[in-house]
Nanobody, 125 residues
């Protein structure tokens, strides 16, 4: 059974940093797209960043480029999202997700099969 478990969320002041982790079990995810999505209250879920576990190709949504970094540790089967210069617009529940085996990276939520339960990120002063 595939499981994705997120951790690392919390409350920070604007300008602060957090690193989210997503540990996968039940699948090695060697040729998949894995991504981070977020959802603010009353808003639709949006893609933040994605990475192809085979090629290492990464994609970011425009609002986080230069501030967030997605990466993986294959040995630990773990996906990370390093978030710097956080601002209140980054507040939301952050979800890790993974696709079935595929060639390319994707930011489309409907391409993703497996989802974690989420970890809350709150940015406020």
């Amino acid at each position: 059974q595939v499981q994705l478990v997120e951790s690392g969320g919390g409350s920070v002041e604007p300008g602060g940093s957090l690193t989210l982790s997503c540990t996968a079990s039940g699948n090695s995810f060697t040729r998949n797209s894995m991504g981070w999505f977020r959802q603010a209250p009353g808003m639709e879920r949006e893609a933040v960043a994605a990475l192809h576990t085979g090629s290492g190709t990464t994609i970011y949504t425009t609002s986080v480029k230069g501030r967030f970094t997605i990466s993986q540790d294959k040995a630990k089967n773990t996906l990370y999202l390093k978030m710097n210069r956080l601002n209140p617009d980054d507040t939301g529940m952050y979800y890790c997700a993974a696709t079935e085996t595929r060639w390319g990276t994707t930011m489309r939520p409907y391409d993703y099969t497996y989802w974690g339960q989420g970890t809350q990120v709150t940015v406020s002063s």
